[in-house]
């Protein structure tokens, strides 16, 4: 049965990450949360806190969210979202499945700037002000895409718009 299989095969991809990541626990320990040079690290690290997999003190959490927050609609965000570092730009993007997209600063600064925004709201800081602006820019990305089919560039779409 090929889905039962696919299945086994994505969890044991899971259950080897996890343990990869315990092996190094007690480095990861000492590093901290906030890497001022990539907003990509420093989300990656928030969501293991969040998931468990790594323990750090609030107040290390609460710097590394307050950076956050603090770039928002800074002049590389993706419609007024939460701006990529230029190690970010220069890097690219590297998804959780492994699949690299450099050179491509529309789709880094449009899916950093969403994966920002999803992180402080899962952290509850809806209400913050940075967050409420930050909302506005991407229900606007979200109408425009949903009424043209297309977004940043052109990787993100809706399938079969017509107006």
């Not at 899971?14 to 906030?34: H, K, Q």
């Amino acid at each position: 049965m090929p889905c039962r299989k696919g299945l086994n095969l994505h969890f044991q991809t899971y259950i080897l990450i996890v343990t990869f990541r315990g092996r190094r626990m007690l480095y990861m320990e000492m590093e901290r949360i906030l890497v001022p040079d990539s907003m990509q690290e420093t989300l990656w690290r928030l969501e293991e806190v969040r998931q468990g997999f790594r323990s750090k003190t609030p107040t290390d959490v609460k710097e590394a969210l307050d950076w956050i927050l603090t770039r928002q609609g800074l002049e590389r965000s993706y419609h007024n979202l939460f701006a990529p570092t230029s190690g970010d730009i220069s890097q690219g993007l590297q998804l959780l499945t492994g699949e690299r997209y450099t050179s491509r600063n529309a789709l880094t600064r449009h899916v950093l700037g969403e994966e920002a925004l999803r992180t402080v709201i899962a952290w509850g800081l809806r209400s913050s002000p940075s967050t409420r602006e930050a909302m506005k820019g991407f229900n606007y990305v979200l109408e425009k895409g949903g009424s043209t089919g297309r977004y940043c560039c052109y990787t993100c779409r809706c399938g079969n718009i017509t107006k």
